[in-house]
């Protein structure tokens, strides 16, 4: 595992130096070669530029994205920001809008930026293979690229995995005043509960929001990160969060992060019955994009094999695209079984999900 990590750094690191080797020989550096007139490989290089509104800022970002515009001439130029922010700006501006595509977490935010009336559908042979069916909108305006699994952390001290299952046992007695999750009202529980009213109906998922709200350590507070840490102090026994951020707090530079990431385990909740909850995220064309014919090539290229290993292993998620190889810390939590819904119904049930929670008296 070591080995080959080795080797994706070495082959990282041969990418960077070719991109600027390139750049410095033909005195074309991809920023002054928009238009593409002075393209090495002329008129059939597609040209222009794209305007990205992402609210991901990882440095391996921009090495795809300057591959990408070594590739196609295509000069990607980022807008940078948090999901409501961007919705919002985007909304704002309108038909005038400078934003071509748009890349968030979470299918709740991608469905919210839908039902806004924000995107526009994309038809892309390469985007329909790349992405499985369940892992895009049905209508076709986002497509997921990332994959994560929203699981159960729990302390090996005071937790014996034997004694975990389902997300519905955790509504018994024997787990009163252990659990730790953040508020309802945040977009990754929305979205949970909205898997659980799609494979359970309304009736069993309020049923299971009122017994998990029996079995809190503490009201539902701080982000996924706070979770972990609760289990690692002690304050709960099992929460619930998504696998990315104790890949994240491994590799943290913070070494009380790191403590805790190596204090606590992953459970893949539900492997007998109806699978793990997972999510994506994901990218679409906005509905008034000026160079949409550029947008739909970043889509396409960053859902091709070469760029989705080093746009998923940035956030320690899953690639969208099934023919491109985990990456190791991944591999070494093994497969697992994934809820088998479209997660289009994600956004369908956004809006009962939120009355769900509330019913159950969930902040
Ligand atoms: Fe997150």
């Not at 977009?187 to 309020?206: C, D, P, Q, R």
């Not at 999510?279 to 290229?301: D, R, W």
């Amino acid at each position: 595992m070591l080995r080959l990590r080795k080797t994706n750094s070495l082959i990282l690191l041969i990418v960077v130096l070719s991109v600027f080797l390139v750049g410095c020989t033909t005195g074309n550096t991809p920023a002054n070669n928009v238009g593409g007139e002075n393209s090495p490989q002329g008129e059939n290089i597609n040209s222009g530029e794209v305007n990205l509104f992402t609210t991901r800022h990882y440095d391996t970002d921009q090495l795809l994205f300057e591959m990408f515009e070594e590739e196609t001439g295509i000069k990607v130029n980022v807008v940078n920001a948090g999901a409501d922010e961007l919705l919002e700006r985007i909304q704002l501006e309108g038909e005038d809008t400078v934003a071509d595509a748009l890349i968030t977490a979470d299918v709740g935010r991608l469905h919210t930026a839908k039902e806004r009336d924000l995107l526009q559908p994309v038809e892309s042979e390469i985007l329909f293979s790349n992405i499985p069916d369940n892992l895009r909108d049905n209508d076709d305006t986002w497509f997921g690229l990332t994959k994560r699994a929203r699981v159960i952390v729990y302390s090996p001290d005071r937790v014996d995995p034997s004694e975990l299952s389902t997300y519905e046992a955790l509504t018994e007695p024997q787990w009163r005043g252990r659990i730790a999750m953040r508020t309802s009202s945040n977009i990754y529980n929305i979205s949970l509960m909205a898997s659980f009213i799609e494979v359970w109906g309304e009736e069993k998922s309020l049923q299971w929001a009122e017994g998990l709200k029996e079995n809190l350590a503490r009201d539902p507070q701080g982000n996924d990160r706070d979770q972990a840490t609760a289990v690692a102090s002690g304050v709960a026994d099992v929460a619930i969060m998504n696998t990315y951020y104790i890949g994240g707090m491994l590799n943290s530079a913070n070494e009380e992060e790191r403590n805790v990431a190596n204090s606590v385990e992953i459970f893949f909740p539900n492997q007998e019955t109806d699978g793990t909850h997972i999510n994506v995220s994901g990218i679409a064309v906005t509905k008034h994009a000026k160079n949409k014919e550029n947008a739909i090539k970043l889509m396409e290229f960053l859902s091709g094999e070469q760029a989705q290993k080093i746009f998923a292993e940035a956030n320690n998620e899953f690639p969208a695209n099934p023919n491109v190889q985990w990456s190791s810390w991944l591999l070494g939590l093994g497969d697992f079984k994934e809820q088998n819904i479209d997660l289009t119904a994600l956004g369908d049930n956004h809006s009962k999900s939120i009355m769900i929670w509330d019913r159950a008296g969930f902040k």
